[in-house]
């Protein structure tokens, strides 16, 4: 009976790994390169629509990896610093979209951007987020609510792969939205990490005047 149960017990615990290994492999799991999951679907002709909408969700994602850089460096949360990277990761997958379709591909340099309302809202946003920790808490989540919307809209009509890979990003922005909801319903935007208590409490809002230049990354 002893040696019965431990075959049973044995047995499961193979069954188990085996099922994770069939995980592991499916189609967008950490194993596979975003270029491995794009190139699951053939190529697609692409209208212009449908490149411009590439070219402005890339430039999106990176307007948030961007402004959550700067803003986990000025607030010292790890929400900023863990969803930068994120963010990082979404603009590889839709890289791996202008490889395949051999399209030119928006500089990844932080603050430079091809869209001119982007570039203004990366500033617009970086001075409201270095306002206070509750404000660029606040604006995480706004950027992200309007991420999903603008993925929602370029879906509509997109080539299978594009769908994957958008299909992706919201589900990754919609967890970030949650993420940021959760830091302030604990009250962590009110409360505030030491630096930021120490930054109100010696001069409360910042001057403009003092603030970095909003043009430093630009080359």
């Known amino acids: 009976m002893k040696k019965l149960l431990i075959t049973l017990l044995l047995t499961a615990i193979l069954l188990t790994s085996a099922a994770g290994a069939i995980m592991a492999q499916g189609p967008g799991n950490g ?43 000025e607030w010292n949360l790890p929400a900023f610093e863990n969803i930068s990277k994120s963010e990082a990761q979404h603009m590889s997958v839709l890289a791996a979209l202008f490889t395949k379709y051999d399209l030119e591909k928006p500089s990844a340099d932080p603050g430079e951007y091809n869209n001119s309302e982007l570039k203004a809202a990366y ?3 970086l001075i409201r987020g270095l306002e206070s920790e509750k404000a660029a808490l606040e604006l995480g989540k706004e950027l992200e609510i309007k991420d999903i919307s ?19 990003l919201k589900a990754g922005s919609e967890n970030h939205l949650e993420a940021f909801d959760r830091v302030l319903n604990n009250d962590r935007g009110n409360r505030g990490s030491q630096r930021a208590q120490n930054k109100e409490s010696e001069g409360g809002n910042m001057n403009r005047n003092n603030r970095p230049n909003l043009g430093a990354n630009r080359k």
Do not use: C, W
Not at 150 to 168: G, H, S, T
């Open 31 to 73: 194993i596979h390169s975003p270029e491995d999951i794009v190139n699951e679907y053939p190529i697609f002709e692409l209208s212009e629509k449908q490149i411009a909408d590439l070219e402005f969700m890339y430039e999106e994602e990176k307007l948030a990896r961007d402004l959550y850089t700067r803003l986990g460096e």
């Open 123 to 125: 500033e617009e946003f």
């Open 150 to 168: 603008d993925l929602e809209e370029v879906m509509i009509d997109a080539p299978e792969d594009f769908k994957a890979v958008y299909a992706n």
